[in-house]
């Protein structure tokens, strides 16, 4: 006789599994769903604002990505004109890597890094979609763009992807794999299928081609927005996408690099989470 649990994790990768059985069938009948759609430039001069926070939500992440990332940003905020007034807030949940991730960010801030740190104890919460959450209240700036902390979001194309919030042009932006000139860098097969599947399943809640992207940019007013938000898993970008009601989402053609260090934190246990 199974426990309450097992039953509950069997009938939701039951769920799971034949979600993906039927989108994938769907997938190949319908060849209008791989037509990449236009991506815009958003490159121009950014006149409406220039003051931005990054949030980076971490978990057990080597120190060397957060100094690589936080270099990289601020040397692309120095070449836009006008210059890009930055904060990098990391978000890290406690892990065995908190300690010397913390000694990094502090030597980053010594160095002239406009960079700070919230440490959550595992008592006070976890998982990304709070960490992000909790980065968002906490942001300093009224315009906020999330991304991962493992350099598969390009910091060079920070700018980019905030200019639409920051110009005024839209509520919402995302770093987009899956419109003209965007792309992924050494994906499996399977992992392009789930992906894609992920993304069929949100076409009935958003426009955006890209709704699983976690790099992402919103106001301070978009969030004030999105009421009920549910801060489980790892699909907060399109969560506050649905409950702020953005009316307009820019979608920004990036390039998602592979990891350069550290590993993947998402498990079959978060994709039962989105499907249900």
């Known amino acids: 006789i199974f426990s309450s649990w097992a039953q509950l994790w069997m009938l939701g990768r039951s769920a799971y599994l034949w979600s993906v059985t039927v989108v994938f069938v769907l997938y190949l009948l319908n060849p209008l769903f791989l037509t990449q759609h236009q991506g815009h430039d958003y490159q121009s001069s950014m006149s409406a604002q220039n003051q931005l926070s990054v949030i980076v939500p971490t978990y057990n992440e080597p120190p060397n990505n957060i100094r690589r990332l936080c270099e990289r940003l601020f040397a692309a905020a120095e070449k836009q004109v006008p210059k890009l007034e930055v904060q990098l807030l990391i ?82 932006s995302v770093g987009s794999r899956n419109v003209a000139g965007g792309k992924v860098a050494g994906w499996t097969f399977s992992r392009k299928l789930i992906s894609q599947v992920a993304t069929m399943l949100a076409m009935p809640v958003t426009t955006c081609r890209d709704p699983m992207s976690g790099f992402f940019c919103l106001s301070k007013t978009t969030l004030a927005q999105a009421k009920n938000v549910n801060d489980v898993g790892f699909k907060i970008g399109l969560e506050l996408q649905v409950r702020s009601n953005a009316k307009t989402i820019a979608e920004v053609p990036i390039t998602f690099q592979d990891r350069e260090e550290g590993e993947s934190k998402l498990t079959m246990k978060q994709n039962i989470e989105y499907v249900s």
């Open 91 to 172: 978000v890290d949940d406690e892990s065995k890597g908190s300690a010397a991730l913390a000694t990094q960010v502090a030597e980053l801030a010594k160095n002239g890094y406009k960079i700070g740190l919230l440490a959550r104890k595992k008592s006070e919460g976890r998982g990304l979609s709070s960490a992000v959450m909790l980065g968002l209240r906490k942001a300093e700036h009224g315009v906020m763009v999330v991304m991962d902390a493992d350099l598969q979001h390009e910091p060079e194309s920070v700018p980019a992807v905030a200019a639409p919030v920051l110009q005024g042009k839209a509520q919402f």
